[in-house]
């Protein structure tokens, strides 16, 4: 038989069977169009928003007494990142509830979503502070596992995907022309954006890291949608975009794992597109040789970025090299010899010291489900015996390696979980682009590979960095996965009908009030995360300014919208200490801030000191047991110890 025929099957009659809890029927899909397009409109803002946004206040605006200041801060952007995706989750709930129907999940995906979403509730439920807890898996976990799934139920028509990817690439031009301003001083504006780092541009974003764990997967996606475009016009449009804009900006950046995650990816998809060509070169000459641009494509990609690394002394502006840069080697490039040096004790010797102190203490207790979301900062020192070597007194809330850190806050069966998720995907999809290159669609087959090396750059970045927990990041990789499970979970690989699913009346009860309930709850939760940012942020300008009434207020008032969070609690005990000597009021703002935050050393140190002050020397004692419990091998510890060497 050759490959377009289609062997007639005898038709089946009707097997009566008995009620189940849920009935299988053929698509069509549960969504309408008036549904999708109002799901993409958000989207689009999403997109435009998250990357783009920073916040400035004039005197006195939106609140009395507020201070003149621009802000670039990631928490900001993870509040706009909720209350978009909590609405699109909302829509997209509310509209299966009311069809009464949803995609039937393949099992092996079901099971991994399960362990993984399974993990999160359970670590939450038993983890110490389970409000942080609970917030950090929303915001991390639970709301982008959804906005993935709601994305999936979309009827992804050409125009459709075109709407979706090209907004989110939109997105990410527009935030890397604004880091080219930042560079090149093409305008005044940029320049007066607050910058972490003023010698290395990031656009409105954080820092730089964080803008090229969120530009870095933008590349091979653009690349993939090259192939699918069918305007010339827009498809040589595209590739100007990705070599004079996105490459130049992610050059820039200086993140070496990003460089390395998007080199790897496009070197595994050029292998995978190979393998493609070589299993239909019998079969077809015509589709291998058609197939014959996508591995080439990626190729170039791969190579085009060290190109434009060891280049950039002909492209960059003329800015004084660092002294540490020997004199004509950019620092690009001396940044992309340092791939290797891993071990090097001010780069990676340090995240080594995280990742091990991590693994040995995930081995050695909660282990299943682990301490909870967000709970590595409040247990960091507990087990820091190499990181408190190199960290001094830096709290670490990130250990800067998403699967280590999931470990140990989820545990084994929330890693399991996550791992399973993203590889069944990249599986799937592998044997989805199989299909499309024996089919000869070449650009169906390009959009494939452009989302799987996409999601294959996110993941490679989890090894370095933290781009679960990036809001720009975050962003793209569950929309990445939610577009990949929509084309994917609307294939027939094996041949049988798709299926739909027709919930029973309490699952579908459950499916409506979860969207009911999720629109208001995360449009609540951003509204009080938005407002404990800015009072914290206002409250150490005044500090800062020395108007110690106002900062005092303003912290108070960001611990109101948000009391699971521990930054404006020390800010509180010190004005309490310092300013208004009010010793009884301070010590029981110590013991709320060490009850939601069991691992801060400032508020330790503060309890020991004022109960010496006070000549309550037994409590004192006391309190030093509780911080040596909390960082038994760091030198704050230490230098408390001598204050009872008679006790020891």
């Known amino acids: ?4 025929e289609l062997k007639k099957q005898p038709k089946e009659e009707p097997v009566d069977e008995p009620e189940k809890t849920q009935e299988h029927e053929p698509l069509p899909l549960p969504l309408s169009a008036w549904v999708e397009w109002p799901m993409l409109l958000l989207c689009l803002s999403m997109f435009l928003i998250v990357p783009l946004y920073f916040i400035g206040f004039s005197q006195s605006e939106w609140r009395e007494g507020f201070i003149p200041v621009r802000t670039v801060n990631a928490e900001y952007k993870l509040v706009f990142w909720l209350g978009h995706a909590s609405i699109v989750v909302g829509l997209a709930f509310v509209a299966l509830h009311l069809k009464r129907r949803f995609l039937a999940l393949p099992r092996g995906l ?3 979503l399960g362990l993984f979403l399974g993990s999160v509730l359970l670590s939450t439920v038993f983890a110490h502070n389970v409000q942080r807890a609970w917030v950090s898996s929303l915001l991390w976990h639970f709301v982008p596992v959804l906005f993935a799934l709601s994305l999936a139920h979309l009827n992804w028509t050409r125009k459709k995907i075109s709407f979706c990817l090209g907004s989110l690439l939109l997105g990410g031009l527009a935030s890397c022309l604004v880091l080219m301003d930042q560079h090149y001083r093409w305008t005044d504006w940029s320049w007066r954006l607050p910058m972490h780092t003023p010698s290395i541009p990031a656009g409105i974003i954080y820092n730089h890291i964080f803008a090229a764990e969120y530009h870095a997967p933008l590349l091979p996606l653009g690349l993939g949608l090259v192939f699918f475009l069918r305007s010339k016009p827009l498809k040589v449009a595209l590739v100007l975009c990705l070599v004079m804009v996105f490459l130049p900006s992610l050059a820039l950046s200086l993140a070496r794992g990003a460089w390395l995650s998007l080199i790897v990816a496009c070197v595994i998809a050029t292998a995978a597109s190979y393998l493609l060509a070589f299993a239909v070169r019998k079969r077809d000459s015509n589709n291998c040789f058609q197939i014959g641009f996508i591995p080439m494509a990626f190729l170039s990609l791969s190579v085009a970025l060290p190109v434009c690394i060891y280049t950039s002394t002909y492209w960059k502006k003329n800015v004084p090299r660092e002294e540490k840069s020997p004199p004509g080697i950019p620092t690009e490039s001396v940044e992309l010899k340092k791939i290797v040096e891993i071990t090097a004790p001010e780069k990676g010797g340090r995240r080594l010291g995280l990742w091990k102190d991590a693994l040995l203490a995930s081995l050695s207790s909660d282990f299943l489900l682990g301490k909870g979301t967000d709970h590595y900062e409040l247990h960091f020192h507990e087990s820091a015996k190499v990181s408190d070597q190199t ?35 990249l599986r799937r999809g592998f044997l989805s682009c199989v299909a499309k290159a024996r089919k000869g669609e070449r650009g169906e087959l390009g959009l494939m590979m452009g989302l799987l090396a996409s999601t294959l750059v996110f993941l490679l970045e989890a090894f370095f960095e933290f781009p679960t927990r990036s809001p720009c990041a975050l962003m793209v990789g569950w929309t990445l996965l939610g577009l990949t499970w929509g084309l994917l979970l ?15 009346p309490s699952l579908n009860l459950g499916i409506g009030a979860l969207g009911l309930f999720i629109i208001p709850c995360g449009c609540l939760l951003a509204k009080n995360l938005f407002w404990t940012n800015v009072y914290h942020v206002q409250g150490r300008v005044a500090g800062d300014a020395g108007d110690k009434d106002k900062s005092l207020r303003f912290h108070r008032m960001a611990i109101s919208f948000a009391p699971w969070e521990h930054h404006s609690r020390k800010f509180e005990c010190y004005y309490l200490l310092t300013h208004t000597k009010q010793i009884p009021d301070a010590i029981e703002a110590i013991e709320r801030t060490l009850e939601v935050h069991p691992g801060c050393l400032a508020a330790h140190q503060n309890k020991i000191a004022v109960f010496l002050n006070t000549g309550r020397r037994e409590d004192a004692w006391k309190a030093y047991l509780q ?6 091998y760091h030198h704050y510890t230490d230098l408390e110890s001598k204050k009872f060497i008679h006790r020891k």
């Open 1 to 4: 038989m050759f490959a377009g």
């Open 110 to 112: 079901l099971i991994f």
């Open 391 to 425: 960290t001094g007194a830096t709290l670490v809330r990130f250990a800067h390696n998403d699967y280590v850190q999931i470990l140990y806050e989820n545990g084994f069966i929330g890693l399991a979980g996550f791992l399973g998720i993203w590889g069944w995907t």
């Open 490 to 504: 609307k294939e027939k690989p094996t041949g049988k009908p798709l299926n739909s699913v027709r919930p029973n």
């Open 627 to 632: 911080m040596e419990k909390a960082a038994p």
